[in-house]
């Protein structure tokens, strides 16, 4: 078990509804990346924060959006949902930004409906 | 374009049959290649980093090894508790963002 916790593990959403998701980084880790894992994919990177700063992001529409806390702990918000956004999306903390580790959280699973 | 191919995308295996897995990458300038398992529904869990070619790493039944140009991981004496999609993923950037591929599905027999 990694101490990165994800919050909630599932949820239901209509298409066109805004959702955020929460992540809590492991002990003395600074950074957190999100990812969408679509079925039966890999995940893809969405975006990283370090020290409450948005550090890079993918591929992905400016609806996706996120924040850092002071204590590390970190949101994704994804607004206008639509029904491809349904997916697992995951947390990783690491210790600085390229950290030998990265360590995942056990995911939200979101579908829209 | 870096990219990220994982060869066979699934495998059965026999208990006691040991088997290998590739990761292709095409990369400028690797910065690190992780393998991870991940188990249905569930998030990614961490086995090893590798950086230069020629390493390698241990973990119980597992070996990661690195070429300039692939990563293989072999599974040794598989038990079926083995059984996972296997994923690889590459650092191209100093700042963190990993590259995956789409996973090994690995499935272990008694």
């Known amino acids: 078990e990694t101490g990165v916790t994800q919050s909630p593990t599932h949820l239901i959403k209509t298409r066109g509804q805004q959702v955020t998701l929460r992540c809590s980084s492991q002990s003395g880790h600074n950074t957190v990346s999100w990812y969408q894992q679509a079925l039966g994919q890999g995940p893809q990177f969405i975006f990283q924060y370090y020290r409450e700063e948005e550090n890079g992001r993918g591929n992905f529409p400016p609806r996706f959006s996120g924040l850092q806390f002071p204590n590390y702990s970190s949101e994704l918000n994804v607004n206008a949902l639509e029904l491809d956004d349904s997916a697992l999306y995951l947390c990783?903390?690491?210790?600085?930004?390229?950290?030998?580790?990265?360590?995942f959280g056990q995911g939200t699973r979101l579908t829209v409906v | 374009e870096d990219q990220v191919t994982q060869s066979p995308e699934a495998l059965r295996l026999q208990e006691g049959e040991s088997s290998s897995l590739n990761c292709s990458y095409t990369v400028s300038g690797l910065r690190g290649l992780f393998w991870y398992r991940q188990d249905p529904g569930k998030g990614p869990e961490f086995l090893f980093t590798?950086?230069?070619a020629g390493e390698e790493k241990e973990k119980e039944r597992l070996k990661a090894t690195l070429t300039k140009k692939e990563s293989f991981l072999h599974i040794t004496a598989p038990k079926p508790e083995d059984s996972a999609t296997y994923l690889c993923a590459v650092r191209a950037d100093s700042w963190g963002k990993l590259q995956f591929g789409a996973g090994t599905q690995v499935v272990v027999t008694p």
């Open positions: 590798l950086y230069s």
């Open positions: 990783a903390s690491s210790y600085d930004r390229g950290g030998t580790e990265a360590f």
